[in-house]
C-alpha cells in the first residue's frame, strides 16, 4: 500500500521555466513532509520541508505547497537550472517528524538548456 | 565536518551468502536509519537505532538485521540473500531521530548474482 505517491515518474523543463513536481499522500497522521534531490550514485539530500500547520514553504527558488484537504503537496522550482536535473523524493512523517519518514517512489526532473 | 561513509560502495554477492553494510555517521549524531531503495520500490525503511537501540523496525523478513555500536557506527546484515535484495542500501544519520535532521550516505550498491 504505497502512503506516499509521485504519480509522475519523470518530467521535462526548459531552463528558466517552473519546474511543479507533485505528490499525493494518503495517510492523514502524516503532519512532516519532506523534499529529497537525489543524484546519481550519491545519497539523497534535504531539499526543503513543511509542517502540516503551514500550508507554503519557501526557500529561495524552491517553494513547498501543502494542500490537506486534498491530501496533496508540490514543489515548484523557478527559475529550473540544469543543474536542478535530478531525482526529486517526496516523504512523509508522522509525529512531527519523529517518526521514519515514507517515500514516494521519485521524479526525475530534466531540465532542458 | 566529514559526512555519512557507507562501506562498501559496491558489493557482489552470491544467493544465499550473507552480507555486512557498515555505516559512520556525521561525529555526534546518536540516530542512525537504513534504507533499501530499488528502481520499482523507492525508497523504504529498514530499521532505526538511537543510542545503540533499535527503535523502529520497517516491514522486511527476519534477514535483515542491523546493530549500533556504543560510538554511533551502526552495521545491517542481510542473510540468505536472494536475487531480490540487490539495491542501493542507504543510510542517514541525525542528532537526536527528527527526519528532517538527516543526512544521507552515498549508499552501498549490493547485487546478488
Known amino acids: 500500500d504505497q502512503q506516499v505517491k509521485q504519480n509522475s515518474p519523470s518530467l521535462s523543463v526548459q531552463e528558466g521555466r517552473i519546474s511543479i513536481l507533485n505528490c499525493d499522500y494518503t495517510?492523514?497522521?502524516?503532519?512532516?513532509f519532506l523534499w529529497y534531490k537525489k543524484y546519481p550514485a550519491e545519497g539523497p539530500t534535504f531539499l526543503i520541508s513543511?509542517?502540516?500547520?503551514?500550508d507554503k514553504n519557501e526557500d529561495g527558488r524552491f517553494t513547498v505547497f501543502l494542500n490537506k484537504s486534498a491530501k496533496h503537496l508540490s514543489l515548484h522550482i523557478v527559475p529550473s537550472q540544469p543543474g536542478d536535473s535530478a531525482v526529486y523524493f517526496c516523504?512523509?512523517?508522522?509525529?512531527?517528524?519523529?517518526?521514519?519518514?515514507?517515500f514516494g517512489k521519485g521524479t526525475r526532473l530534466s531540465v532542458i538548456a | 565536518k566529514a559526512g555519512v561513509t557507507q562501506t562498501p560502495r559496491y558489493l557482489i554477492k552470491t544467493r544465499g551468502q550473507q552480507v555486512t553494510l557498515s555505516c559512520s555517521p556525521i561525529?555526534?549524531?546518536?540516530?542512525v536509519s537504513w534504507y533499501q531503495q530499488t528502481p520499482g520500490q523507492g525508497l523504504q525503511f529498514l530499521f532505526e537505532?538511537?543510542?545503540?537501540?533499535?527503535?523502529n523496525k520497517g516491514n522486511f523478513p527476519g534477514r535483515f538485521s542491523g546493530r549500533q555500536f556504543s560510538n554511533s557506527r551502526s552495521e545491517m546484515n542481510v542473510s540468505t540473500l536472494e536475487l531480490g535484495d540487490s539495491a542501493l542500501y542507504l543510510c542517514?544519520?541525525?542528532?537526536?531521530?527528527?527526519?528532517?535532521?538527516?543526512?544521507f550516505g552515498s549508499g552501498t550498491r549490493l547485487t546478488v548474482v
Open positions: 542517514a544519520s541525525s542528532l537526536e531521530g527528527r527526519n528532517y535532521g538527516y543526512t
Open positions: 495517510n492523514s497522521m502524516f503532519d512532516y
Open positions: 537505532y538511537f543510542s545503540e537501540t533499535q527503535r
Open positions: 516523504a512523509a512523517s508522522r509525529n512531527s517528524g519523529n517518526t521514519p519518514l515514507v
Open positions: 561525529s555526534g549524531h546518536r540516530s
Open positions: 513543511i509542517s502540516s500547520i503551514k
